[in-house]
């Protein structure tokens, strides 16, 4: 039988087989013909259009937040990642499973199984993402220990005490990459007067961002060309790390006060466990220079990255499918 896991995220997706690791890991994009609404494009392809189409083209990603916002949009993109990872055989209906944000509404969690059901799945699973992080990052979640994991990812911050299987305390916030990618194009119009893209603002991100702001000989600078927002002209101009730690600053204290507020809520026992063990980071936010500084410093609670951040999700997801009696409490199921 086979069985497929699939890391459905906003920005990237994710699609783990067992036995073979992760097959697919693409832009979770696609480009839609205005015209006939056919899918022209999925994944990196259709990333490389973001911004530079025409009007009949239109790429766009179908997941906003972490949940699904363009319900026939995701169902195509499905397909297409079902159909590579059954290698286009179409008679073979497999079982997956789908981590999504443990703060979705019952909706939400029935629309992502009718998707998967509709893209092809002969069974559809649902994991939480913070038990699929933590699954991922190696973490015992079965044992009767606290385990704090902070999983960051393209539209969510995902926050959770795990004990015995289960999620003891928990929140969600749609603070993610694609928020802070925002900040910094929003900080940058204001202070530069310089309009820059989505992608570009991801990889100012990447190159020079920091949570906390640098020592002297640390820091960093990059060219950014955009358009002036004067002139209406391209232009280049140099910004620095701490532009881009000050255009994060609201987004980060936004996740800071979801982790307090998770640890507020862990009961006095669980808290005892985090605080000997500390927080796990997984999650391409996760990435971000000093975050784990940054979250040690304001909560108290030391605070380590996960090996492969990017991956644990999409790696606890399989793990999770490949041991479903094992899991069974933590797993939502629906045929």
């Known amino acids: ?7 459905l995220g906003t920005t ?3 699609v783990h087989v067992p036995k073979r690791g992760i097959i697919v890991n693409e832009p979770s994009v696609v480009a839609i013909s205005a015209i006939d609404h056919k899918v022209l494009a999925v994944g990196e392809e259709a990333r490389e259009m973001i911004g530079r189409t025409p009007d009949t083209i239109i790429a766009k990603r179908p997941l906003k937040d972490g949940v699904i916002a363009d319900y026939k949009t995701t169902e195509s993109m499905l397909k297409y990642f079902i159909s590579r990872a059954t290698g286009g055989i179409r008679f073979f209906r497999p079982e ?16 992502v199984i009718d998707a998967t059901i509709n893209a092809g799945a002969k069974g559809a699973y649902i994991i939480k993402q913070p038990i699929a ?3 991922g990052a190696d973490i015992p979640i079965g044992s009767a220990s606290g385990h704090m994991i902070v999983e960051m990812g393209g539209g969510t911050s995902e926050i959770a005490v795990i004990s015995l299987g289960g ?24 202070k530069y007067n310089l309009a820059i893209g989505e992608r570009t603002a991801e990889d100012i991100k990447i190159k020079i961002g920091s949570a906390l702001f640098l ?14 927002m004067v002139s209406g002209l391209p232009k280049t101009l140099t910004v620095t790390s701490d532009d881009i730690t000050e255009a994060l600053q609201n987004d980060l204290q936004g996740i800071i006060a979801a982790v307090k507020s998770v640890l507020f809520h862990t009961p006095p026992e669980l808290s005892a466990d985090v605080m000997d063990k500390g927080m796990v980071l997984s999650g391409g936010t996760s990435l971000l220079r000093n975050i784990d500084k940054l979250l040690s410093q304001a909560t108290g609670v030391p605070a380590m990255i996960a090996d492969d951040p990017l991956l644990c999700v999409a790696r606890g997801t399989g793990i999770a499918l490949d041991n479903l009696e094992a899991y069974k409490l933590s797993i939502l199921s629906s045929k």
């Open 1 to 7: 039988m086979r069985k497929i896991a699939i890391d």
């Open 12 to 14: 990237y997706t994710l």
């Open 167 to 190: 999620i003891v305390a928990n929140t969600s916030v749609r603070i993610g990459g694609t928020r802070l990618d925002a900040s910094i194009q929003d900080y940058i119009k204001k």
């Open 215 to 228: 020592d002297k000989d640390e820091k960093m600078q990059t060219d950014v060309k955009g358009r002036d």
């Open 96 to 111: 997956v499973m789908i981590a999504v944000p443990a703060g979705i509404t019952s909706t939400e969690r029935r629309a």
């Open 133 to 135: 992080a933590a699954l």
